[in-house]
């Protein structure tokens, strides 16, 4: 059988609600080249059994089952590890992906070889036109010096599949896993923003999101970004890398502060905890922010008269 362009990849747990509805809209594509592997965490509903129904009328659909639960993102890496596509395109089984989704963001590698992750968001990016190729170095200015871009989910991605195995998958860390996934690769790989509003992100309860560990991932995952700014692997230039310890330190502490003022003393302790800024560091630069919402909006062209 040959290999599809696209393998989009549904990890599901306890989906029995919203799976039916999310499978649809992937075969409701119409970029019709791509696999579906739906990857069950254990689920204890009829999750597996609406996909399998799905499998049986539709080549295109693989429903890979776990013996055991694995976890949100060991389950992603599994079902990476199943993709046989060019490109790997997560989409969650809680979302619905509209139909020209897979079509924009395989045009934009199309026009932009050298990207190897796409990115779409729930709204148009600031500062230019879509397809829009970010360096390393834009990808951070527009992470701490911007409106962020490391906070996305993996459904917002489409990422070459090389590339993605070749980074090492993401790491074990809950629901802040992404975060330091995109923490490692926009260091050292091209990414190109695409449109936004290519799917829609379902909001409810049953979400990893939701769940009180999540918090203390974050802060986890917060101190990964600061030893990334002062490590030689950190793609900004020295003066600039200062404003984004500034911008950083602030963010801590204001993250903190909600916290507290909700009451909810021990997570704020969380954040301060793994910051991983010293008592030196918070007097240096804890200043209000700089940010602008264009950061990383790489220059057009110059064009000699």
Wanted: some cysteine; overall charge positive; glycine content about 6%.
């Amino acid at each position: 059988m040959d290999a599809p362009l696209v393998s989009v990849l549904m990890t599901a747990y306890n989906r029995e609600r919203f799976i039916a509805e999310a499978i649809e809209s992937v075969l409701a594509q119409r970029l019709r080249d791509f696999e579906l592997v739906v990857c069950d965490d254990a689920s204890s509903d009829s999750t597996v059994a609406i996909a399998q129904h799905y499998a049986s009328r539709d080549s295109r659909v693989v429903v890979l089952a776990n013996d055991r639960n694995l976890g949100d993102y060991a389950n992603r890496n599994r079902a990476a590890a199943a993709a046989r596509g060019r490109y790997i395109k997560y989409h969650d089984s809680d979302d619905i992906m509209y139909p020209h989704c897979l079509t924009v963001m395989v045009e934009a590698f199309e026009r932009q070889p050298e990207a190897q992750i796409a990115l779409s968001a729930s709204r148009p990016w600031p500062g230019g036109p879509c397809p829009m190729l970010l360096t390393p170095r834009l990808a951070y200015e527009r992470e701490f010096l911007g409106g962020g871009l490391f906070h996305l989910g993996p459904g917002s991605a489409m990422i070459r599949t090389d590339t993605f195995r070749a980074l090492g998958e993401f790491p074990m860390a809950g629901a802040a896993s992404d975060y330091l996934f995109w923490l490692r690769a926009c260091a050292r790989v091209p990414v190109v923003l695409v449109a936004g509003d290519l799917f829609f992100y379902r909001v409810h309860t049953g979400q990893e999101i939701t769940k009180p560990t999540s918090v203390e991932a974050y802060a986890r995952a917060s101190g990964a970004a600061w030893r990334m700014l002062n490590s030689d692997d950190c793609p900004l230039d020295s003066s600039v890398r200062q404003l984004a310890k500034r911008n950083y330190t602030f963010g801590a502490a204001r993250g903190a502060f909600r916290l507290a003022r909700r009451r909810r003393f021990g997570a704020a302790a969380t954040i301060i905890r793994h910051a991983g800024l010293t008592p030196l560091d918070w007097v240096r630069y804890l200043r209000p922010p700089r940010r602008q919402a264009d950061a990383g909006t790489p220059r057009p062209p110059q064009v000699n008269a």
